[in-house]
């Protein structure tokens, strides 16, 4: 089961994939896209797809001989992902555990993980199983975020919640961004089996229409808005005015413009 901070439900895909997905994900995912070689008819395993997103991108990418299979923990958010891709779209969807993948050994010439890992409770089992599914020679690539000090956004999404929250803040803008560090990251690789690890630091502009819109999609597009509603849910109209106004003091209001960092990782199996 994922852990709280993981439960990406109920209106959260539509929030994320409306109001955080072309702020935070599209950028990375055409540039995580771009990075993946593959042969023509490979078979290419996602991890922790959420929204589609970068599956969009994977499939728009892999030639017509490929196939490209899309996996979530979280059924609302593969549901919600399948419902943005057609008939005609070459692309399977299987509801799978990261820790505890449905597929036999050597079966896929990459696997793709955008900022997935970093919600992995147990990211070491994790790694274990991507190299165990991947061919000799295959590629694992993915992302996470740098530290929260270098995500302008999130940043100040965390700072404002808990200042409402002092006695007991939620915690969920931790998680995120708690997995950043190349050293860590390469001995667990290493312990896994894989080689030639290469991590790059890629700053991006976060770009957004609004201060209100993203507000909207920093609080109700991630599990934050269910500990905000344990917490006090009638505070969430006034949490949502005092991000709006913080995010257009400090980035603008309409357009927003934001710093955000992520590590770009890839590994040899």
Same mark, same amino acid.
């Not at 993980?113 to 919600?119: E, L």
């Given at each position: 089961?994922?852990?709280?901070?993981?439960?990406?439900?109920?209106?959260?895909?539509?929030?994320?994939?409306?109001?955080?997905?072309?702020?935070?994900?599209?950028?990375?995912?055409?540039?995580?896209?771009?990075?993946?070689?593959?042969?023509? @008819?490979?078979?290419?395993?996602?991890?922790?797809?959420?929204?589609?997103?970068?599956?969009?991108?994977?499939?728009?990418?892999?030639?017509?001989?490929?196939?490209?299979?899309?996996?979530?923990?979280?059924?609302?958010?593969?549901?919600?992902?399948?419902?943005?891709?057609?008939?005609?779209?070459?692309?399977?969807?299987?509801?799978? @555990?990261?820790? @505890?993948?449905?597929?036999?050994?050597?079966?896929?010439?990459?696997?793709?993980?955008?900022?997935?890992?970093?919600?992995?409770?147990?990211?070491?089992?994790?790694?274990?199983?991507?190299?165990?599914?991947?061919?000799?020679?295959?590629?694992?690539?993915?992302?996470?975020? @740098?530290?929260?000090?270098?995500?302008?956004?999130?940043?100040?999404?965390?700072?404002?919640?808990?200042?409402?929250?002092?006695?007991?803040?939620?915690?969920?803008?931790?998680?995120?961004?708690?997995?950043?560090?190349?050293?860590?990251?390469?001995?667990?690789?290493?312990?896994?089996?894989?080689?030639?690890?290469?991590?790059?630091?890629?700053?991006?502009?976060?770009?957004?229409?609004?201060?209100?819109?993203?507000?909207?999609?920093?609080?109700?597009?991630?599990?934050?808005?269910?500990?905000?509603?344990?917490?006090?849910?009638?505070?969430?109209?006034?949490?949502?005015?005092?991000?709006?106004?913080?995010?257009?003091?400090?980035?603008?209001?309409?357009?927003?413009?934001?710093?955000?960092?992520?590590?770009?990782?890839?590994?040899?199996?």
């Amino acid at each position: 089961m994922p852990e709280a901070n993981a439960t990406f439900t109920g209106s959260i895909p539509e929030n994320y994939d409306r109001f955080l997905g072309p702020v935070l994900f599209e950028p990375y995912a055409a540039d995580l896209s771009a990075r993946l070689t593959v042969t023509a @008819d490979a078979s290419v395993l996602e991890l922790a797809c959420g929204t589609g997103i970068v599956t969009r991108r994977l499939l728009d990418r892999l030639g017509p001989g490929a196939k490209l299979l899309a996996t979530d923990l979280n059924d609302a958010m593969l549901d919600y992902a399948r419902a943005k891709f057609g008939a005609g779209d070459a692309v399977e969807w299987k509801q799978a @555990d990261a820790t @505890d993948l449905p597929f036999a050994d050597r079966s896929f010439a990459a696997v793709v993980c955008q900022f997935g890992i970093m919600f992995f409770p147990d990211k070491e089992s994790a790694m274990r199983e991507t190299y165990r599914v991947l061919k000799p020679g295959g590629t694992f690539l993915f992302s996470v975020w @740098d530290a929260i000090e270098q995500n302008d956004l999130p940043r100040t999404a965390h700072s404002v919640v808990s200042k409402f929250f002092a006695d007991n803040p939620p915690d969920f803008y931790e998680v995120p961004f708690s997995f950043h560090d190349p050293e860590t990251i390469s001995s667990m690789l290493s312990a896994a089996g894989f080689n030639n690890f290469q991590s790059t630091l890629l700053p991006l502009p976060a770009i957004a229409a609004s201060a209100r819109d993203v507000a909207q999609g920093l609080i109700q597009g991630n599990p934050i808005i269910t500990a905000i509603k344990e917490r006090d849910e009638s505070m969430i109209p006034e949490i949502e005015a005092a991000l709006t106004s913080a995010i257009a003091a400090d980035f603008g209001d309409a357009p927003v413009r934001a710093r955000m960092q992520a590590l770009t990782c890839t590994a040899r199996a």
